[in-house]
């Protein structure tokens, strides 16, 4: 069984930031690429941020320069520094352990976590 706890969300102004945190049970964050998404309403879920278990990181194009993964495996976590937050950026965030595939990455667990809801409006 595994449990992902995202927290660290909120209401913020165009142009602030937030830092986002995810908890995983076990020892997934040291051994697993971990993932964070977003999904807004209406929308699909996308892939954000990656960073692997070799600590590199790739994210994707709409947050690309803004966001930033890190991760400490020692309390099994991984974290999402936000700033120059878009209205755009509005979602709901989750995390996930990621597997690399032939199609790229994909969430490794179907159990989402609760999310955290970030709200960027002035």
């Known amino acids: 069984q595994v449990q992902f706890v995202e927290s660290g969300g909120g209401l913020v102004q165009p142009g602030g930031s937030l830092r986002l945190s995810c908890s995983a049970s076990?020892?997934?964050?040291?051994?697993?690429?971990m993932g964070w998404y977003r999904q807004a309403p209406g929308k699909q879920r996308e892939l954000v941020a990656i960073?692997?278990?070799?600590?590199?990181?790739n994210y994707a194009d709409s947050v690309q320069g803004r966001f930033t993964a890190s991760r400490d495996n020692a309390k099994n976590m991984v974290y999402l520094q936000m700033n120059s937050l878009k209205p755009e950026d509005t979602a709901a965030y989750y995390c996930?352990?990621?597997?690399?595939?032939?199609?790229?990455?994909?969430?490794?667990?179907?159990?989402w976590g609760q999310g955290t809801q970030v709200t960027v409006s002035s």
């Open positions: 960073i692997t278990n070799g600590g590199t990181t």
């Open positions: 076990g020892s997934i964050v040291s051994i697993y690429a």
């Open positions: 996930n352990a990621l597997r690399g595939t032939n199609y790229g990455w994909v969430a490794e667990y179907d159990d």
